[in-house]
T-cell receptor, first 114, second 110 residues
């Protein structure tokens, strides 16, 4: 497709369940980012990939959060043993190069943990 | 993380009115961006600013990079219903991760 796509768009999980969120970046984009957006807040950085290398994971809130991009294209954000405070919109973005002011965002996955 | 404070937090205006919002920080930045997030969508880049004092327009939108490099301003002229959304100032000091402001929610009443 022409833009960044994310799936699922909505996810409801019971507390303690594991979830996996998928991001398909724009073809050819080297850089991929994950952000967490709590209700009424701006997005907050989670992690950054350049191709398949995870160069920055300083924003991951705990070791329950894990992200991968094994072939330098599709990325998966996994959250283990979900907690209620994990409820948020998870946004994926890609850019052609690193350090670009233009990050193209997907529509997000809305995660609700009950 | 960086603290980027936006004001006002929300605005309710009549269609056709002009809008002004700002973003302030305690730190100096070399780049300011303005992104807009429509309901249920991801943010989209509106304007990028690279130099202190710079004034840049994109259609009905005009943004300015503050002289102190600690603030930025966004104006929208003659608002229309599709201007509804949340406006974020953004900066990226390390070149990778974006820091988003607290957001200004805009509602346009037809």
């Amino acid at each position: 497709g022409a833009g960044v796509s994310q799936s699922p768009r909505y996810k409801v999980a019971k507390r303690g369940q594991d979830v996996a969120l998928r991001c398909d970046p724009i073809s050819g984009h080297v850089s991929l980012f994950w952000y967490q957006q709590a209700l009424g807040q701006g997005p907050e950085f989670l992690t950054y990939f350049q191709n398949e290398a995870q160069l920055d994971k300083s924003g991951l809130p705990s070791d329950r959060f894990f992200a991968e991009r094994p072939e330098g294209s599709v990325s998966t954000l996994k959250i283990q043993r979900t907690q209620q405070e994990d409820s948020a919109v998870y946004l994926c973005a890609s850019s052609f190069t690193s350090g670009s002011e233009t990050q193209y965002f997907g529509p997000g996955t809305r995660l609700l943990v009950l | 993380g960086q603290q980027l404070n936006q004001s006002p937090q929300s605005m309710f205006i009549q269609e056709g009115e002009d809008v002004s919002m700002n973003c302030t920080s305690s730190s100096i930045f070399n780049t300011w961006l303005w992104y807009k997030q429509d309901p249920g969508e991801g943010p989209v880049l509106l304007i990028a600013l690279y130099k202190a004092g710079e004034l840049t327009s994109n259609g009905r939108l005009t943004a300015q990079f503050g002289i102190t490099r600690k603030d930025s301003f966004l104006n929208i002229s003659a608002s229309i219903p599709s201007d509804v959304g949340i406006y974020f100032c953004v900066t990226y000091p390390t070149g990778n991760q974006f820091y988003f402001g607290t957001g200004t929610s805009l509602t346009v009443i037809p």
